[in-house]
C-alpha cells in the first residue's frame, strides 16, 4: 500500500456540530417522549377500567409479542427498503394511532372521565398497544444503523452515548412528568393527541433527512481493522444486518456458545435479563400497588416510578465507578441483594405500617424510598454486566450474545407476568412482591459453578486506529 493514515477519533461536540444527527437524535427524543405518556397512560387506563394486576401484565406481554415473533424480520425489511423510508413510516405509523385513539376515547368512551368498566375499551387499549410495539419494532433496527451514515464510524460510539442519555431522559419527560400533568389538566385522551403531535414531529424530522445516505450500513475496507476496536455500543450498530440475515435458531445457537464457554458471561446474562423482568413486573405490580399498599388512586403511580426513575440516573453514574473498585460482578452481586432487599421492604410497607399504626404519609415517603432503592439497585446489575459482556466476549460474537439475553429475557417474562399477576389479583399485593422478592433470588442462581473456562477478552478501544490505503 501507498502509505497509511489515521481514523481520526470523534468528540461529544463534533457529533452534536452534525445537523443530520441533530435531526434524528430529535426524532428519537420526540418518539420516545411520545412513547412514554402514552405508556401512562396505558398502565393507569387498564388499571381504572380492570382493577386487575394480571390485566397489566397482559399488557406488558402484548407489548413484548412483536419482539419474540419477528425476530430478525424487521432488521431484513430495512435492508431491502431502506433506513429512510422505515423512520418516517413507522413515525407516522404512530401518529396516526394517536390521533385515532385519542377522538376514539373523545367520542365513543367520554375520555374515560369516569373510569367505567368497559371490555371493549380495554380489548381497544391492547390492540393500540400491539400496533404501536409492531411500529417500534421496525423503527428500531432502521434508527440503530442510521446512526453510523451520520456521523461516521468515529463518532459513532458518541453519538449512540446520547440516544442512550435521551432514552431515560425520555422516561422521565413523558412517564412521570408530561403524562401525569396532561391528564390532570386536559383528561386522557390528550395524551394520545401529545402522541400524535410528538411522531408527527418526528415523522417531519425523519423525512428531512438525506434518502440516499441512509443506505446498508457497511465498514469501508480501510475501517475493517477498527472494528476490533470498537465500544460495544458501535459495535451492535455494525452488526445489526449481519445478524439481521439469520433466522431465530441461528442467532440463539451464536449468542449460546460464547456462553458456556465463560461462566463470568452467563452469570452477566442471566442478571441483565432479570433485571429486565423485575422491570416488567414493577409496571405490571405499581398501579395495584399505589392502590393497595399506599391507598391513593392510580393516577398516583408517579410515586413510585419518580423516585425509581431518579434513582436510576444517580446508579448509572455511581455503578461504573463501583465497579472500578471492587468489580463488576461483585457489584451486580450487590444490586441483586439490593433488588431483593428494596421489594421485600415494600411488600412488608402496609402490613407493619398497619401494625406500628402508622400514619399514611409516612407509608408513602418509606415507599418513596423503597422505590428508589430499588431503581438504583437496578442499574448496579445492568450497567456491570453489560460491561462484563463487552470485555469478556469477542467483538465479533457480542451482537449474537445479546440478542440471545434479549430471546432469554422475552421469554422468560411471559409466564412470570402471568404468574405474579394472579397471584396479585387472588393474594393481594404484598404476596405478590414477596414472591417476587424469593423468584429474584432463585433466578441470579441460575448459573454454573465451576471455575471459569479460558477468557476471550477484547482489546480495549484505542483513540486512533491505523490504517492502509
Known amino acids: 500500500m501507498a502509505g497509511s493514515k489515521l481514523l481520526p477519533g470523534s468528540s461529544y461536540r463534533e457529533v452534536l456540530r452534525r445537523p443530520r444527527f441533530l435531526q434524528l437524535w430529535g426524532a428519537q427524543f420526540l418518539g420516545q417522549v411520545s412513547q412514554n405518556v402514552v405508556n401512562y397512560a396505558l398502565i393507569v387506563l387498564i388499571n381504572v377500567q380492570t382493577g386487575s394486576t394480571l390485566a397489566g401484565g397482559v399488557l406488558v406481554i402484548l407489548f413484548s409479542i412483536p419482539a419474540i415473533l419477528l425476530g430478525p424480520l424487521p432488521g431484513m425489511l430495512v435492508d431491502r427498503v431502506g433506513r429512510w423510508w422505515v423512520l418516517w413510516l413507522t413515525n407516522l405509523m404512530r401518529a396516526l394511532l394517536g390521533l385515532g385513539m385519542g377522538l376514539i376515547l373523545s367520542l365513543a368512551y367520554g375520555g374515560a372521565a369516569h373510569g367505567a368498566d368497559s371490555r371493549s375499551l380495554v380489548i381497544l387499549l391492547y390492540a393500540f398497544s400491539l400496533l404501536l410495539s409492531l411500529g417500534t419494532r421496525f423503527y428500531l433496527p432502521a434508527e440503530s444503523t442510521a446512526i453510523p451514515r451520520l456521523v461516521s464510524l468515529a463518532g459513532l460510539a458518541h453519538g449512540l452515548a446520547l440516544f442512550g442519555v435521551t432514552f431515560v431522559v425520555a422516561q422521565a419527560v413523558g412517564l412521570v412528568a408530561l403524562g401525569p400533568l396532561l391528564n390532570a389538566a386536559f383528561g386522557w385522551p390528550s395524551l394520545f393527541y401529545a402522541c ?23 465498514a469501508a475496507p480501510e475501517q475493517d481493522a477498527a472494528l476490533a476496536d470498537m465500544p460495544e455500543a458501535a459495535l451492535l450498530a455494525t452488526l445489526e444486518t449481519e445478524n439481521a440475515g439469520k433466522n431465530v435458531w441461528e442467532q440463539a445457537k451464536a449468542g449460546w456458545e460464547p456462553i458456556v464457554k465463560e461462566n463470568s458471561v452467563l452469570v452477566a446474562v442471566v442478571r441483565l435479563s432479570l433485571a429486565g423482568v423485575v422491570i416488567a413486573l414493577i409496571s405490571e405490580l405499581a398501579p395495584n400497588f399505589v392502590v393497595q399498599v399506599l391507598r391513593r388512586p392510580p393516577d398516583d403511580i408517579t410515586l413510585v416510578l419518580a423516585p425509581a426513575g431518579i434513582a436510576l440516573i444517580v446508579g448509572a453514574i455511581v455503578a461504573p465507578r463501583l465497579a472500578s473498585r471492587i468489580g463488576r460482578l461483585p457489584v451486580a452481586g450487590l444490586g441483586v441483594n439490593g433488588i431483593v432487599l428494596a421489594v421485600l421492604l415494600l411488600a412488608l410497607n402496609r402490613p407493619l405500617g398497619d401494625f406500628f399504626h402508622l400514619p399514611g404519609d409516612l407509608i408513602i415517603g418509606l415507599a418513596v424510598v423503597e422505590a428508589s432503592l430499588l431503581g438504583f439497585a437496578l442499574n448496579l446489575v445492568s450497567i456491570p454486566c453489560q ?46 412482591l414477596l414472591a417476587v422478592a424469593a423468584l429474584v433470588l432463585i433466578l441470579a442462581r441460575l448459573h454454573r459453578r465451576e471455575a471459569p473456562g479460558p477468557t476471550a477478552r477484547a482489546k480495549q478501544p484505542s483513540e486512533a486506529v491505523e490504517v492502509r490505503e
Open 196 to 218: 400524535l403531535i410528538g411522531f408527527g414531529l418526528a415523522t417531519i424530522l425523519s423525512l428531512l433527512l438525506p434518502r440516499r445516505p441512509l443506505g446498508v450500513y457497511t
Open 387 to 432: 460491561a462484563v459482556i463487552q470485555e469478556q466476549v469477542l467483538p465479533h460474537l457480542r451482537g449474537s450474545v445479546l440478542a440471545f439475553q434479549q430471546a432469554l429475557f422475552n421469554g422468560a417474562a411471559v409466564p412470570i407476568l402471568l404468574a405474579i399477576g394472579l397471584l396479585a389479583d387472588d393474594l393481594g399485593i404484598p404476596w405478590a
